[in-house]
Nanobody, 111 residues
Framework: QVQLVESGGGLVQPGGSLRLSCAAS????????TGWYRQAPGKQRELVAT???????NYADAVKGRFTISRDNVKKTVSLEMNNLKPEDTAIYYC?????WGQGTQVTVSS
């Protein structure tokens, strides 16, 4: 079983920034598409951003221009830099590597 360990969630004021990181135990991490998803209260889980093993990225329209996803195939990590955070970004954020998921980390944007 692949283990994903997330860090970086927390409480931030609107306009602030957070960086989420996810460390994977997968032996062949480099071949998997990785990404971040989120689930807000009362809503379905939605895609935030993905990045494949060639570095091609995909972002949800709601975060495009504010969030940046990156990966390090040596350290086996995938990160999400979140800037200019808005209250509607409040959600549990989940790291995804291939078919595996992290436990989720809470991001709360509030004044």
């Amino acid at each position: 079983q692949v283990q994903l360990v997330e860090s970086g969630g927390g409480l931030v004021q609107p306009g602030g920034s957070l960086r989420l990181s996810c460390a994977a135990s997968a032996t062949i991490f480099s071949i998997y598409v990785t990404g971040w998803y989120r689930q807000a209260p009362g809503k379905q889980r939605e895609l935030v951003a993905t990045i494949n093993n060639y570095g091609t990225t995909n972002y949800a329209d709601a975060v495009k221009g504010r969030f940046t996803i990156s990966r390090d195939n040596v350290k086996k990590t995938v990160s999400l830099e979140m800037n200019n955070l808005k209250p509607e970004d409040t959600a549990i954020y989940y790291c995804n590597v291939g078919l595996w998921w992290g436990q989720g980390t809470q991001v709360t944007v509030s004044s």
